[in-house]
């Protein structure tokens, strides 16, 4: 997920870049991954649970924070970077001076919702420079399997709510632009396959 282009937003943007020096410098020899572009089948497909926490698994979590800090987002889904496993890292931190919050979840599920729902303008890295108003409920509990190998629970709310929905729907195969009207979702899905013949062209 990218920040919309509201002042929020472009403030989440701008700290994603700073929080990104500051939380990464200690970790050495990370990489920043292609992420893929809608249409792409691997963006539809549902990702598979994990079983245990691995090396493997650690090095895909940093290579994803850098890719995530590096586009920036602020958000970032496995499915994103053609991994069809149930990871997704955040950091909605927007406030400047204020320290990075690097998440990693693993085998992420929303457990509990509030009927009070929030609207944010929702982007994804995955389909860059479009916007859209996406209804989702604004507070929500999450449990996850931690890097620590423990089970985590904790309530967020605003863009950190949004944000985890956002990431654990690309987990299911959704993306944010299967909320809007079908007129408005092909209108995106045509700049995008425009976008990446222009990209194939180099
Ligand atoms: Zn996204």
Known sequence: MLAAPTVIA??????????SKAAMSYVPHMSILP???HPDPRLKKVAEPIEAVTDKLRKLADDMLETMYDAPGIGLAANQIGVLQRIIVLDCVKEEGEEPRPLVMMNPEVIAESDDVGVYDEGCLSIPEQYAEV???AVVTVRWLG????THE???DGLWATCVQHEIDHLDGKLFIDYLRPLKRQMITRKMQKL???LARG
């Open 35 to 37: 992420i893929l572009i």
């Open 147 to 150: 890097l620590d190998g423990q």
């Open 10 to 19: 472009s403030r989440a943007i701008a700290c994603g870049v700073i929080a």
């Open 196 to 198: 990446k013949r222009e």
């Open 135 to 137: 209804e989702r409920p």
């Open 154 to 156: 904790e309530e967020f």
